[in-house]
């Protein structure tokens, strides 16, 4: 297994993307990822026969002019920290996780029917009594 080597404690500058313009929902789906780091530039792409992502690296420096969309903007500025890339039970990799600014997951990018969609991550909060009261009261 070839192990890889990603730009662990560079900054983020910058995320680009390009749509994709056949899928025919609301949901947010991309031929192309960018993300523009100091020094690196990681590029995702679908793999349309497996249903991959295809992870590029390459040393480059951030263009002058990225639109950076608005659901990236919170992590720009911050140290990329670690990166899952995960294999699923046929040993396709389908999703690359991302952590910024600490060792958790922000930002993970799947490919689903030839696209890559996005999803962010939060952490998971405790109910308070009352809310849980609330739940179980709705319930009954």
Known sequence: MAIDEFPIGETLTAVSIIEDKEFASNQLCFDQVQLFLQNTTI???????????????????????????????????????????CENDQGYRDQVIFAFEYLRPSIAFVTEGSVIKAFRFEQIYKIKASETDLQHSQVS
């Open 43 to 85: 590029t995702l792409l679908p793999i349309a026969d497996t249903d991959e992502i295809e992870i590029r690296q390459e040393s480059t420096n951030t263009p002058s002019i990225v639109n950076t969309p608005y659901w990236c903007k919170s992590f720009v500025g911050k140290k990329l920290m670690t990166i899952w890339i």
